[in-house]
């Protein structure tokens, strides 16, 4: 579960969603119709938006709103601010929470472990208030530390009122946010993300007819591992949906679906199938450098070393329109000259990732080893060589 997403991902992913985005979004094949308001389709793997509606326009969050609690109670127990056999209060307020729920009462001592599974399997919100106020002391807070998260990640149209998604005013978000964030909790916490994917819980003493995970492609489709759904009257029925599948000279592939605005519940678990099968099928995956694997080795001046070594510690996958893979072409973008020092893992450039006349990647490049400076002599000499050049 340690290599679930590579730390490149996030770079990339983090390029490709801001509004001026290095990495271009792909503008053919054409996707399939997708009943819904808004839809993003990212290919994880290889960093980019494969199809994409409306999504800056702002959608209330229903029960994706949850994704960022759990963001913040996997970073507590990381910390060790809270502990998966801790158990937790069942506040008034938590009880008495509407909607969708674990049904646990305040006579209840219930662990971390089983919240997490009634916030994530039952979409309870009297689970999801527990945890944030076990978090957070209190409602108020935790929606505080909600904000700063999202202002961390990058989420720049997304605006939290409470823990679970409840409708209130102003609490709404954006498709290419939720791409962020899903992104994020994936990489970050790839030691939870079995969470996602459990298919039946109920807590003992509690109606097991509310067992099910909403997310029916779990049911339906093994390459499926997560992550969450929401429903309220005005967001309709949404899916942020998650599959891995192994390919040929790539190995693990994962796309990202988020469906929002769907009619149905059956409506939404199709669309996101639809997404999910035309990504893999419309796009081809190619490797075009294993990892750590240099993707150049230009002169470097001033430095203990003549050459440098740039590329990436991940392997660097595009995903291409499917049968175009022998047509695309790469360039290197780099500072000449390089004058050392560098250090492992400094950017250095980027790989641009051609087809026709479509950018479709713009891979950041580091250094893959360190180079220090050179004594006085030796950066007196490359001066000297430097300026005859």
Not at 34 to 49: E, F, S
Not at 170 to 186: I, K, P
Not at 232 to 251: D, M
Not at 359 to 370: E, F, I, K, R
Request: positive net charge.
């Amino acid at each position: 579960m340690k290599s679930f997403l590579p730390a490149l991902r996030s770079v990339v992913l983090a390029a490709v969603l801001a509004p001026a985005a290095l990495w271009a979004q792909v503008q053919a094949p054409q996707p399939p119709e997708i009943a819904a308001r808004n839809y993003l389709l990212l290919d994880i793997t290889a960093g980019q938006v494969l199809a994409a509606k409306d999504i800056d326009a702002p959608v209330e969050q229903a029960s994706l709103t949850k994704l960022m609690t759990g963001y913040l109670v996997f970073d507590a127990l990381r910390a060790k601010k809270i502990a998966l056999d801790q158990k937790l209060p069942v506040s008034v307020l938590a009880w008495k929470m509407p909607g969708s729920r674990m049904f646990i009462d305040p006579k209840m001592q219930v662990p971390v472990d089983d919240l997490i599974k009634g916030m994530i399997v039952q979409s309870g919100n009297d689970a999801t208030m527990a945890l944030a106020e076990g978090v957070g002391g209190t409602a108020e807070n935790f929606v505080k530390l909600m904000n700063d998260q999202a202002k961390a990640l990058g989420m720049k149209n997304t605006a939290y009122k409470n823990p679970e998604g409840l409708t209130e005013p102003g609490h709404t978000t954006t498709a290419r946010d939720l791409g962020v964030l899903a992104s994020r909790l994936m990489k970050d916490f790839p030691e939870y993300m079995h969470y996602y994917a459990t298919k039946q819980y109920s807590y003992p003493g509690t109606p097991a007819s509310n067992g099910n995970n909403r997310n029916s492609l779990l049911f339906r489709d093994p390459t499926v591992d997560g992550l969450k759904t929401g429903h309220t009257a005005a967001a309709g029925y949404c899916l942020v949906a998650t599959s891995k599948r192994e390919f040929p000279n790539v190995g693990q592939r994962r796309l990202l679906s988020i469906v929002l605005g769907a009619a149905s519940e059956n409506a939404r678990a199709n669309e996101s199938q639809k997404l999910l099968n035309w990504g893999y099928t419309a796009f081809d995956a190619v490797k075009l450098f294993d990892a750590g694997q240099p993707v150049a080795t230009p002169a470097v001046w001033k430095g203990t070393e003549n050459t440098l070594k740039i590329g990436r510690s991940e392997a660097i996958v595009v995903a291409v329109p499917s049968g175009s893979g022998g047509k695309i072409k790469t360039e290197i973008a780099r500072p000449d000259p390089l004058v050392a020092p560098f250090t492992k893992g400094q950017n250095v450039g980027s790989l641009k990732v051609v087809l026709g006349e479509q950018t479709l990647a713009d891979v950041p490049l580091v250094a893959l080893d360190g180079v220090a400076q050179a004594g006085i002599l030796g950066r007196a000499w490359d001066a000297i060589r430097l300026w005859i050049k």
